[in-house]
């Protein structure tokens, strides 16, 4: 099973940028589609972007589409998603999931079958 760990989190002003990474260990996922969710406080945790194992198609939800970029390093095993604009309602805690089996793309948290532990963003007004 992959291990995901999240880096890059902080706390921002509106308008700042942020670069999210997600290392991937004990498995190559070079093969896989990966993805980014975030969970606010009293809400549940929404998908905000994937992409396939390729990286010919990448999926946004439509809060974050034209202001985050998801992008992947196979040499590396690592995910990244840059964030640029933000705004407060980008607070969150952001992870890092990687499919259940190897032909999903994880757009729901149903279709996750590995978490990482979580990285906080902070967007100030």
């Known amino acids: 099973q992959v291990q995901l760990l999240e880096s890059g989190g902080g706390l921002v002003q509106t308008g700042g940028s942020l670069r999210l990474s997600c290392a991937a260990s004990?498995?190559?996922?070079?093969?896989?589609?990966m993805g980014w969710f975030r969970q606010a406080p009293g809400k549940e945790r929404e998908f905000v972007a994937a992409?396939?194992?390729?990286?010919?198609?990448?999926y946004y939800t439509d809060s974050v589409k034209g202001r985050f970029t998801i992008s992947r390093d196979d040499a590396k095993n690592t995910v990244y998603l840059q964030m640029n604009s933000l705004k407060p309602e980008d607070t969150a805690v952001y992870y890092c999931?990687?499919?259940?089996?190897?032909?999903?793309?994880?757009?729901?948290?149903?279709?996750?079958?590995?978490w990482g532990q979580g990285t906080q963003v902070t967007v100030s007004s």
């Open positions: 999931a990687a499919p259940r089996g190897s032909l999903a793309v994880p757009r729901s948290p149903p279709t996750v079958g590995s």
């Open positions: 992409i396939t194992w390729s990286g010919d198609y990448t």
């Open positions: 004990g498995r190559a996922i070079i093969t896989y589609a």
